[in-house]
Structure formats: structure tokens, C-alpha cells
């Protein structure tokens, strides 16, 4: 058991580092490709004041996202999760809910499986819908922005958190009112938390009640 | 070349890119369900997969609408691929936008000059590449040292996954009290989301307690989708009386 066991995870990592790898080099290689199609180079003034813009905080998210989503999505879910994207609100709370159900934990072999299966089936059933999407999208445009649905998209992360909330808060209870505590206190009194920075307090989140638990944990409390 | 933003050849190397990254997802699916079959985990694949994919809708039209809002600057295929991989709805609008406004340029416009077009293809792939060049690199030792700590004290382990959820669960939980404040001005449109979530927690107690006492187990397989959708839907009239 402990051989085979061995060689499913070491295959996870060894293909995962293949395909990671390659994928990597393909998107890099997509705006490279377009300068040579169509001659011309990028404009460096603009590209640096963009990046300058962009890559500090994401990149840092990025760093914290790495060592805060690869325990929870197990080694396979993570390979695909960090190409395909939209974690925090579609691959891992659809994983998190396939393990809950299948009575699994990420880190061990049945998670992982469970947890690559759901993120592997969520990465193709998206990448599937926008195809459709772009194959249709004149008729699909004013349907996406009619005034009535675009309230029910806006708050897509509201509705999923609500019913996550309830399977997870109910059974560590104890456990959850510090950090809920804190994330509220947080979000209500700093404006500068919104939307767009929810990104930075997961990571914030998780080592606050990975910390409380331990706390909890060696008082016996938990 | 003539560039256009929706030449068709841009539109024959996203997909290409596109089936690739489909490719490596159907590779560990299969590879995950032999190995769930060995495991004894049968029962499962079949619901994991079909709750994973109805729960996958929504949110992928709510990327896909992230598609539709971008390709007004930028054409289909940049967004195309963008949003299929790495980034979320969030980062790409960003990114896109910073690129944008280095070159001067508004959000709403067409995008015709091609070096503007390779420029902000660059900012949005360079900008979110950490996760993408770092993982290959580092989830083995992250895992393996994981591995460890559970092995050594199982309860431990099992307590260390649910902090972690919780802790991203209860991030989000404040994001959706990042409003509220404003009643205080009068604006009652940060309670939106309170009600959305709070909608969206009833429906999912409620699918958990008809589940458990009339012992239907497939409801709990399509919980989650259904208070996801329940609470979408619970936003239209939500923002109706108080105001979006």
C-alpha cells in the first residue's frame, strides 16, 4: 500500500511540474508570438509603468496564495489551480465541498484525489462555458448586462461564502468566532478593505486561526 | 500583419493555448478517478464530478461576463485566454486597466494600435505569474513537510484544515460587512450582501436539516449549488428595495 501510495503522489508532482512548466512557457510565449505576427515590439515606457502598477501586490498575494492554498487543494488540485486560476471563488470552495462530502481531508491520498477530481471537472466545465460564451457572444452580451441579472453577478461571492459558512461554522464553532471576530471588526472599520483586497486577508484569515487553534488545541479546548 | 483585435488568427492560438491547458486538466482527471477506483473510493468520482460541474456554472458565467466586459478595450481572444487562465474576474480588470491607464488610454475605447495590444498582453501575463512560475518549484516540499505535521499528531492535522478553511472563510465572511458602514449615510446598499449571504446560509441549513432528518443524501450533493443560486437570485430583489 505505502509503495503505491508513494508512486501516485510522486507522479502527481512529477507531471504536475511537467505540465506546469510547459504551460508557463506557453503563456509567456503568447505575447512574443505577437510581436512577431503582427512586427512589432511592446511599448517599454508603458509596459513598466503597467507592471510597476500591477505586479508588487499580486505578486506578494501570489507568494502568500502558494503557501495559504496548497494545503487546503492538495498537490494535484493545486497544479491545475495556479494555471487555471479563480481560486478562492470557484476552485476551492468547490474542492472544499467535495471533501466534506466525501469525508475526506486534503492532506491525505483520498483528498487529494477527491480534491483534483472536483477542481479537474470545475477548470474544464468553465473553460467550456466561456467557449460557448465567446462562440455566442452577441446574442449572450445583452443578456449578461441586462439591469436585472447584473445585481445577482455582483454578488456571486456573498451567495457562495453564506452556504460555506454554514457547513464549516457549525461544526468548529469554538473555533471560528475569534477570526470572525477579527475579519469583521477589520472589514467594517478599515474602508480600504473592499473587493478588491479580500484577496490579501485570506492569507490574513488563515494564519489568525491557524494560530487560535493551536492556542486552543494545547489548552485542550478544541 | 494588419492588426485587428479580433483577427482571426489570434483567435486560432488562444484556442490552441486554450486546448493545451484543457489537456493538462483532463490528464489528472483521469489519472485521479483510476487512482479514486483503487482507493475504494468509487462511490464518490460520480457525485464529486457532477456537483463539481453544477456548481461550476455560475461562477463560470460570472467569468464569462468578465470576458464580454473586457473584450470591449481588448476584442474576445486576450480576455479569451486571460480569463481561462490564472487570473480571476478581479485581476484581469485590474491589470488590463493599469495597462490601459499607463498608455494613456480609457477603458472603453478599442484598443488599435498594436504595440498598446502587446504591451497590456504582457502587463496582464507578467503581472500574476508568481503562483504560476513558483508552484511547479515548491509544492512538493510545501506538501511533504505537511505530510509530516499531520503524520505526526493526526488530530492536530485534522484541526490545522479546518483553521485553514475557516480562516479563508471567515475573510470573506468581513468582505461581505465591508459596507455596512454606510448606513450611517444614508446608503442602505451595503446590507445587499448581508442579505444575499444571510439568504444563502438559510437555504444551505436548510437543504443540511432535510437532508440529515429525512435521511435524503443526495440533497446534501447539491447543496452548496443550490444556496449559491438561491442567493444570487435573492440580489435581484434585494437590490431592488435597497438600492444598488
Redesign the interface.
Known sequence: MKN?NLS??E???K???I??????C???A??V???L???????F???L???F???PM??A???V????Y???L???G???S?????????K???A???ME??G???????G???S????????????L???I??IC?VP??PV??SP??V??????????????????????LK??IA??I???I????I?A????T??I??P???????I???IL?KKGA? | MTFNVNHPLLFVIVGAIIAIVLAQSAFFLTRAIKRAKELGLGEHIKKTVISAAIFTIAPAVAVLIGVVALSKSLGIPLPWLRLSVIGSITYETVAAGNALEAANMSAGTTVADPSIYITIAWVMTVGIAAGLILVPFVTKKLQSGLAKVGMKDKKWGEIFNNAMFLGMISAFLGYVFCDVGLIAKGDTSGLIPVCVMATSAVVMAICGTIATKCKIRWLTDYALPMSLIAGMASAIPFTMLLGG
Do not use: Q
Open positions: 503505491t501516485y503522489m507522479s502527481v508532482h507531471y504536475g511540474r505540465w506546469g512548466i510547459a504551460v508557463a506557453v503563456l509567456f503568447f505575447p508570438a505577437l510581436s505576427i503582427f512586427s512589432t515590439a511592446p511599448d515606457g508603458v509596459l509603468k503597467g507592471i502598477a500591477t505586479a499580486y505578486w498575494v501570489g507568494i496564495e502558494i503557501f495559504t496548497v494545503p487546503m492538495g498537490a494535484g493545486t497544479y491545475l495556479f494555471v487555471t486560476g479563480n481560486i478562492s471563488n470557484l476551492l470552495p468547490c472544499i465541498d467535495a462530502r466525501a475526506v481531508k486534503a492532506s491525505d491520498e483520498e487529494e484525489v477527491i483534483t477530481i472536483a477542481i479537474a471537472v470545475s477548470s474544464i466545465v468553465t473553460t462555458i466561456i467557449i460564451g465567446v457572444i449572450l452580451t449578461l448586462e436585472v441579472l445585481p445577482a453577478f455582483d454578488m456571486i461571492l456573498p451567495a457562495l461564502f453564506g452556504g460555506l459558512a454554514v457547513v464549516f461554522i457549525s461544526k468548529n473555533l471560528s477570526p470572525i477579527l475579519m469583521l477589520l472589514f467594517i472599520f474602508p478593505l473592499n473587493a478588491s479580500v484577496g486577508m485570506v490574513v484569515g488563515v494564519i489568525f486561526t491557524v487560535v487553534a493551536r488545541y478544541l
